[in-house]
């Protein structure tokens, strides 16, 4: 496509040229009062070029895709049309046999070297046989620039009425042999280095297209690797105006681009204006803030730590700033975890040296109340103190024993067992039980009805007991417990839904630590042994509540091999 537009370029000059060459000698008949014969020579020679030009317009259309014969056959064409002018205007004195080097010039730009080449050959031979012819009167010459006074070397005018040219009118043989050797030599010249010329053009373009193709390969490849980071990376310039944004800076603030882009970097939420400008004010390359925000993105909050530094240029010259931040939210929760971990491990160790101490002395105190008691007789004072005292010790002895499970729990126990049938007959003794109340409701739904688990059996049915006993404090004065049994992805989820009184975050903070009770009489010691037991199950806890609006706790536990699971839509 580029050629043809190129060949189009060539026929527009071609016809301005002939044009501007015509029309000065046709207002030049207008207004002079001779008629002159040579003008109908310079009529027929523009007849022909507008005749060529228009069948170069059809050619383009009949032998569309053959650029280089068209090209061709106009370049002939061409040098043709100036031999008839440098015939015209003067053979060896014509000023228009500098239109060769145009035509070599093109040629040998489009087709490099052996087109330029030809060209300069034909172009020599046109040339050297019209002055030749001229110089030895083989042809008659044209006197239309002697009758317009233009300067002419080849003869005058004198000469030229008798019919004498070249040798006859007394040329020099060396001036046509020079002129000759010079044109000659000027055409090969110029085909020459235009080739050169063109070939070194064409090495730069390929170098070009190859250094853009680079430079598109790495603006991908950089795209590629700025969408890919997991943080989230967000510039802006010197006066705080986002300029770009990543994906991982999207999903982590809940925004699209289109709302960033162009507007304060303080849009972000990471911190007000106020705050922006003395944070941009104390960034210097050798000083980074990393300050750490809770991030409210709709119901949730999320702690994002967030770092600014200078973007400079090549040269140094600061351009703009870069934030980078990342959501700590899962990293926190495992930090948590692991201090509760630790936690409990420490509680654990006390609790066990603890129940050691007081464990003997307590029984040694309860067998000695025991003996005193069956000593007495009646219903004195001292047996009513006896039996309080009794009572006590062995509240206290169930709260050692208690902490004794939580330090030492016993071996866990792997067999396979159906869950939802244990969740069944766990649910049907709950009803049953004195804690429930008739204001409250209970509700179970399993899903598939049958699933087969690897795990103790015994302390499942703890899990069970401890987190159902707590959603029914948690509603004294009535309400509903939903429990249901799920598979979801490759694990089994036990779900305790209630309507009781909610948790807030500090309160969800602190639930599975030890000795933390929310409810009078409690020993803090139940939702630990939970955690314990979920941890050595190699399961997960989760808990989702709002003051007021009741709690959700999940407990998922990994299925047994081979048992089928069911995507979530998360998953």
Not at 99 to 124: E, M, P
Not at 219 to 236: M, W
Not at 519 to 530: E, K, Q, R
Request: hydrophobic residues 45%.
């Amino acid at each position: 496509m580029a050629l043809e537009r190129q060949l189009r370029w060539m026929i527009g000059i071609r016809l301005v040229v002939i044009t501007s060459v015509v029309l000065p000698y046709f207002l030049l008949q207008l207004t002079s009062a001779e008629e002159s014969p040579e003008f109908s020579f310079l009529y027929v020679l523009a007849g022909l070029t507008y005749g060529a030009s228009l069948v170069y317009i059809v050619l383009l259309k009949l032998l569309k895709g053959r650029w280089r014969a068209q090209a061709l056959i106009q370049f002939v064409g061409d040098l043709l049309l100036i031999t008839g002018m440098v015939y015209y205007f003067g053979g060896v004195a014509s000023p228009f046999s500098i239109l060769y080097f145009i035509v070599i010039i093109v040629a040998s730009a489009l087709f490099q070297r052996a087109t330029g080449f030809a060209v300069a050959s034909l172009a020599s031979f046109l040339y050297a046989a019209t002055v030749v012819a001229l110089y030895f009167g083989w042809i008659p010459p044209s006197v239309e620039t002697l009758h317009r006074g233009l300067p002419s070397v080849a003869y005058d005018v004198s000469a030229a009425t008798e019919g004498l040219v070249g040798r006859a009118a007394g040329l020099p043989a060396w001036r046509l042999f020079y002129n000759l050797i010079t044109h000659i030599f000027g055409f090969f010249t110029v085909a020459y280095l235009t080739t050169r010329l063109a070939q070194n053009i064409s090495r730069a373009e390929r170098e070009l297209r190859e250094k853009q193709l680079d430079l598109a390969d790495l603006q991908v490849i950089h795209r590629d690797i700025v969408e890919s980071v997991p943080s989230g990376l967000v510039t802006c310039d010197l006066e705080g105006m986002v300029t770009s944004v990543n994906l991982a800076a999207q999903e982590i603030l809940g925004k699209d681009r289109d709302t960033l882009l162009g507007k304060s970097v303080s849009a972000t939420r990471l911190f007000t204006e106020e705050e922006w400008t003395e944070i941009k004010n104390h960034t210097s390359p050798n000083r980074r803030l990393r300050p750490e925000v809770i991030y409210q993105r709709g119901d949730s909050e999320r702690h994002i730590g967030y770092s600014v530094t200078l973007l400079t240029d090549a040269e140094g010259t600061r351009t703009g700033f870069i934030l980078i931040f990342q959501d700590l939210s899962e990293w926190r929760k495992l930090q948590d975890e692991l201090q509760l971990r630790e936690r409990l491990a420490a509680v654990g160790e006390l609790a066990s040296g603890i129940a050691h101490e007081v464990g003997n002395p307590l029984a040694a105190i309860s067998g000695s109340v025991q003996m005193l008691t069956s000593a007495l007789e009646g219903d004195s004072a001292h047996r009513r103190l006896l039996d309080i005292i009794l009572k006590e010790s062995q509240r206290l002895d169930r709260t050692i024993k208690s902490f004794l499970q939580f330090a030492r729990p016993k071996e866990r126990s792997s067999v396979r067992f159906d869950i939802a049938r244990l969740l069944n007959e766990n649910v049907q003794l709950l009803i049953n039980s004195p804690e429930v109340s008739p204001q409250h409701h209970l509700e179970l739904v399993v899903d598939p009805p049958s699933v087969t688990l690897i795990a103790d059996p015994d302390q499942i049915s703890q899990i069970f007991w401890n987190l159902a006993r707590n959603s029914l404090r948690a509603m004294p004065g009535g309400g509903t417990l939903k429990v249901e049994g799920r598979v979801e992805d490759k694990d089994y989820c036990i779900r305790f839904t209630d309507d009781g009184r909610g948790m807030n975050v500090e309160e969800r903070g602190k639930m599975f630590h030890p000795f933390r009770s929310f409810f009078d009489g409690g020993s803090g010691i139940g939702l630990a042994i939970v955690y314990r037991i979920v941890e050595e199950h190699g399961g997960r806890l989760a808990v989702d509540s709002q003051p007021g609006q009741g709690t959700v706790i999940t407990v998922a536990l990994p299925l047994a091999p081979g048992e089928p699971t069911k995507m979530t839509e998360e998953a």
